[in-house]
C-alpha cells in the first residue's frame, strides 16, 4: 500500500518525460508549422489598412427642467381633481438615446446615407486610394481587394439590386459609426468613427451629427408645440387658481425649451470639439504586432496538439496490430 503513491510518481514523471520526447522529437515540425501561421498572419496584418478615428465630444444639456418635466406629484392631484388629464406630459428622451436610436434605424440611416451621397463614396473604386498601410506594402490588399459598383452603374442598376447594395451599406455604416457616454455618470456624449479614409470618418460624423439633431429637434418641437396648446386649453378651462398658475408655469418653461431648441446648434447639446481628420501617425488600428502575437502563439499551441493527436492515433494503430 504504501508503495502506491511512489509508483503513481514515477509513472507521472515518465508519462511527462515521454510528452516532452515526443515535442522534442517534433520540433521540426512544430516550428515549420508556427512560422507558416504567423508568416500567414503577417501578410493578414499588412493586408489590413490603417484606421483612423475622427469624433466629436458633446456636452448634454437638461432635457425639460424643473418646469415640463415636472408635471406629477402634487400637480397630477391638483389636475386630476380639476378633471385635466396631464398624462401626455411625459419627459422627452435622453439625447444619447436619441442618437443611439436613430444610428440603429434603418430607415433614418438609409435616408442619410442617401441624402448625402455616401452611397457614392462607398462605391467609389478609388476609395481605397486615401488608404494607408503599413511600410507602404499595399500590394497584399489590392490582391484580395475588388472594384465596387461606381456611381454610373449604381444609378442603372434595377431597384432590387440598390437595395441590397444599399443595405449593406448602411450596416458598413452602423458599424464605422460608434455613441457613447451621456449617460446619469457623465454629461459628455462622444460621437466617433474609424475607418481607413481619414476624411471619410470625419464627414461621416459631422453629418450624422447635423442630421440626427435636426430631425430629434423638429421631432421634439412637434410634441412640444402640442403641448403647449394642451396646457393653453387645459388653463382654460381650470378653476383652481394654485392649478392655473402651475400650468402657466408649464406652458412658460416648455415655450422657453423652444426658444432654447432654436437657439442651440444641435438638439440639447453643445458641442465641446469638433471632428478633425486624423494625423497620418495616428492610427486607431489594427493592432498588427498582436495579431501576429496571438497568430504565433496559437501557431505553437495548435502544433503541439497536432503533434499529440498523431502520436495517439499510432498508438492507438499499434495496439490494434498487437491484438
Known amino acids: 500500500m504504501n508503495s502506491t503513491p511512489q509508483t503513481n510518481y514515477y509513472e507521472d514523471e515518465i508519462d511527462l518525460k515521454e510528452l516532452w520526447q515526443t515535442i522534442v522529437s517534433q520540433k521540426l515540425f512544430i516550428a515549420i508549422f508556427t512560422i507558416v501561421v504567423t508568416f500567414l498572419a503577417v501578410i493578414y496584418a499588412l493586408s489590413k489598412p490603417n484606421e483612423y478615428e475622427s469624433k466629436t465630444v458633446l456636452v448634454v444639456q437638461e432635457v425639460g427642467g424643473s418646469g415640463a418635466g415636472s408635471a406629477g406629484g402634487n400637480l397630477g392631484l391638483l389636475a386630476s381633481m380639476a378633471g385635466v388629464n396631464l398624462s401626455s406630459a411625459a419627459e422627452g428622451i435622453s439625447p444619447a438615446e436619441g442618437y443611439t436610436t436613430l444610428l440603429n434605424d434603418y430607415n433614418f440611416m438609409k435616408e442619410f446615407i442617401l441624402n448625402k451621397g455616401f452611397h457614392y463614396r462607398f462605391l467609389d473604386p478609388n476609395l481605397s486610394d486615401n488608404y494607408k498601410f503599413a511600410l507602404g506594402i499595399d500590394w497584399v490588399y489590392r490582391l484580395f481587394s475588388y472594384s465596387s459598383d461606381d456611381k454610373e452603374n449604381f444609378d442603372d442598376l434595377e431597384l432590387a439590386k440598390q437595395e441590397a447594395i444599399i443595405y449593406g451599406i448602411v450596416k458598413n455604416v452602423q458599424g464605422i459609426l460608434t455613441i457613447s457616454g451621456g449617460d446619469l455618470k457623465t454629461n459628455l456624449l462622444t460621437i466617433s468613427a474609424k475607418h481607413p479614409d481619414a476624411t471619410l470618418t470625419k464627414d461621416l460624423v459631422e453629418e450624422f451629427l447635423k442630421e440626427a439633431s435636426y430631425y430629434l429637434k423638429v421631432n421634439d418641437m412637434v410634441e412640444n408645440d402640442?403641448?403647449?396648446?394642451?396646457?393653453?386649453?387645459?388653463?382654460?378651462?381650470?378653476?383652481?387658481?394654485?392649478?392655473?398658475?402651475?400650468?402657466?408655469?408649464?406652458?412658460?418653461?416648455?415655450?422657453?425649451?423652444?426658444?432654447?431648441?432654436?437657439?442651440?446648434?444641435?438638439?440639447?447639446?453643445?458641442?465641446?470639439?469638433?471632428?478633425?481628420?486624423?494625423?497620418?501617425?495616428?492610427?486607431?488600428?489594427?493592432?498588427?504586432?498582436?495579431?501576429?502575437?496571438?497568430?504565433?502563439?496559437?501557431?505553437?499551441?495548435?502544433?503541439?496538439?497536432?503533434?499529440?493527436?498523431?502520436?495517439?492515433?499510432k498508438n492507438q494503430e499499434e495496439q490494434l496490430e498487437a491484438k
Not at 378653476?239 to 418653461?253: I, K, M, Q, Y
Not at 465641446?272 to 497568430?295: F, M, N, S
Open 226 to 313: 402640442r403641448k403647449i396648446l394642451y396646457y393653453e386649453e387645459a388653463l382654460s378651462r381650470a378653476t383652481d387658481v394654485t392649478l392655473r398658475t402651475r400650468l402657466a408655469e408649464l406652458g412658460s418653461a416648455l415655450i422657453q425649451k423652444k426658444v432654447l431648441a432654436n437657439v442651440n446648434d444641435f438638439y440639447n447639446v453643445k458641442q465641446l470639439t469638433k471632428p478633425e481628420v486624423a494625423y497620418q501617425r495616428d492610427k486607431a488600428g489594427p493592432k498588427r504586432a498582436l495579431i501576429v502575437l496571438v497568430a504565433m502563439v496559437t501557431g505553437v499551441i495548435l502544433s503541439i496538439f497536432i503533434v499529440f493527436f498523431r502520436e495517439f492515433l
